[in-house]
């Protein structure tokens, strides 16, 4: 079975922290991605990494960055969090012979 | 740019009741379409998939999806709902060629006992 885990379920920040999110998988997936969650909006694309070290913006990367220093983990990095950036962060994973992409638990961040 | 829409936002339905759930895609080319399961408190999983070939795809726990070319559809289906079916579901797409899924807003379907 495929395995995504995220580092922590529920995170707690202040306005302006530097906030990481830790995403690692286990079956050696080329792809890795981090999508936001939020009612009545579905998953929308922050970025995604399709090798190590490679990286491509998604639909709304304003506020975020990544990073990919090993194949199996992918970071989120808000560099100074903001309110509006309270949501459910999901990482994913996927191989390039089958999009079918693999989730983790999510992250819910509250920033205050 | 592609997009997805689900048409119903919140469904409610009582058991034993047929389901169907819209979803339609903009983009013209050949596409790759997933169902995707969101029940309370777990992570997202998959419930079915197409790729090319018979255009009705059955999934798991009795769900099913038909793709119309023509229609840019690919609504879920299900005969006869349970408790148990109370979930978010989202649908997503990818062009052929594109590593990352494109997801739809979502349903949430609530079954009464």
């Known amino acids: 079975d495929v395995k995504v885990t995220q580092s922590s379920r529920y995170l707690v920040k202040r306005t302006g922290e530097k906030v990481f999110l830790e995403c690692v998988q286990d079956?050696?997936?080329?792809?890795m991605f981090w999508y936001r969650q939020d009612p009545g909006l579905g998953l929308r694309l922050i970025y995604f990494s399709y090798d190590v070290k490679m990286k491509e913006k998604g639909d709304i990367p304003e506020g975020y960055s990544v990073s990919r220093e090993k194949k199996e983990r992918f970071s989120l990095i808000l560099e100074s969090a903001s309110t509006n950036q309270t949501s459910m962060y999901l990482c994913?994973?996927?191989?390039?012979?089958?999009?079918?992409?693999?989730f983790g638990q999510g992250t819910r961040l509250t920033v205050v | 740019a592609q997009s997805v829409s689900q048409h119903n936002h919140h469904v409610i339905l009582s058991e034993a009741a047929s389901l169907e759930l819209g979803c339609n895609y903009s983009y013209g080319g050949t596409v790759n379409l997933f169902w995707y399961v969101q029940y309370p408190g777990q992570h997202l999983q998959l419930l079915l998939k197409y790729f090319s070939g018979d255009p009705l795809v059955k999934g798991i726990k009795g769900f099913e999806a038909e793709f119309i070319k023509s229609k840019f559809s690919f609504n879920l289906r299900k005969p006869s709902v349970q408790w148990s079916d109370t979930a978010e579901y989202f649908c997503a797409v990818n062009a052929a060629g594109r590593r990352a899924l494109t997801f739809g807003s979502g349903t949430r379907l609530q079954v009464q006992p």
């Open positions: 079956m050696d997936h080329e792809n």
């Open positions: 994913a994973s996927s191989t390039d012979r089958d999009t079918e992409a693999f």
